[in-house]
């Protein structure tokens, strides 16, 4: 069975032979294989601006880790074993066992030991702050412009805001950074949304083509037919006319014109 390197082990140095077994190869935690369940059922329940990583680490090695500032609220969660959470910069350490946790300080680094004598699992719960406050922001200003376009907005905009209706700024004031944002996520969703269209038409163009071509090619070949070997019954004829003019999934959704619908080409 395959395993981890121990990273308290020079490899440069150490022993390793094809006839002994190999000391500084760590056994997989096979007995953690039933956690799976449980860890995805704990990863469902998040929200949408929350990550998570799960950590299993073997009795005497720790992990050092660093919280970006972004990650402004950073949490640590033990699910088995016991660990001492190191805070390098505070020189503070705190124990935690199965089921407790704490908040990480952002911006700083800091290292998880296990202490117990079968191995941990812990797993961080990371928000981005920072773009949990951008989205709010976004989302303030979609919904002011709204408000200053159907006339429920009491003050006017100040002037950096006024771009938002489609004005220039001001000569001498600045864009925002987030009102340049919003318009830019603006801007190219309306581009996606006009590519999309363009997609739909000429996909809906080249359906129309195929089926008109699809119909002349078989009338041709009914007309050939009928001048080479006669035509044949009135029935059998309407049902070769009919196939060849078969349109697909539109015949399931005839379109209407004033209320009255169309009936199909022939």
Not at 68 to 78: A, F, P, Q, Y
Not at 252 to 257: I, Q, V, Y
């Amino acid at each position: 069975m395959g395993g981890l390197v121990d990273p308290r082990v020079d490899l440069v140095r150490a022993p390793w032979s094809p006839w002994t077994p190999t000391p500084w190869l760590l056994p997989l935690l096979v007995d953690l294989s039933p956690w799976r369940q449980r860890l995805q059922e704990l990863e469902a329940q998040l929200d949408g601006h929350t990550d998570t990583v799960f950590i299993a680490d073997f009795p005497g090695l720790h992990l050092e880790n660093f919280v970006s500032e972004d990650l402004g609220n950073t949490s640590l969660r033990v699910l088995r074993g016991k660990v001492l959470v190191e805070l390098v910069d505070q020189q503070q350490n705190y124990s935690l066992q199965e089921g407790e946790g704490m908040q990480l300080p952002a911006g700083q680094y800091h290292k998880v030991h296990t202490v117990s004598p079968e191995p941990s699992c812990y797993m961080y719960l990371y928000v981005n702050t920072t773009a949990l406050e951008l989205e709010r922001n976004l989302t303030r200003l979609r919904e002011l412009r709204e408000r200053a376009r159907n006339g429920t907005e009491q003050s006017p905009l100040p002037p950096e805001l006024r771009p938002l209706l489609g004005e220039p700024p001001p000569a001498g004031v600045s864009l925002d950074p987030v009102v340049s944002l919003f318009l830019r996520r603006e801007q190219r969703e309306q581009r996606r949304e006009r590519e999309s269209s363009l997609a739909q038409r000429l996909r809906r163009f080249l359906r129309r083509k195929f089926f008109l071509f699809r119909r002349s090619s078989l009338m041709t070949l009914i007309a050939l037919r009928n001048l080479a070997l006669g035509r044949p019954s009135p029935e059998h004829l309407a049902q070769e006319v009919a196939f060849a003019s078969w349109r697909g999934e539109e015949e399931a959704r005839p379109e209407t014109d004033g209320g009255a619908q169309r009936g199909p080409e022939l």
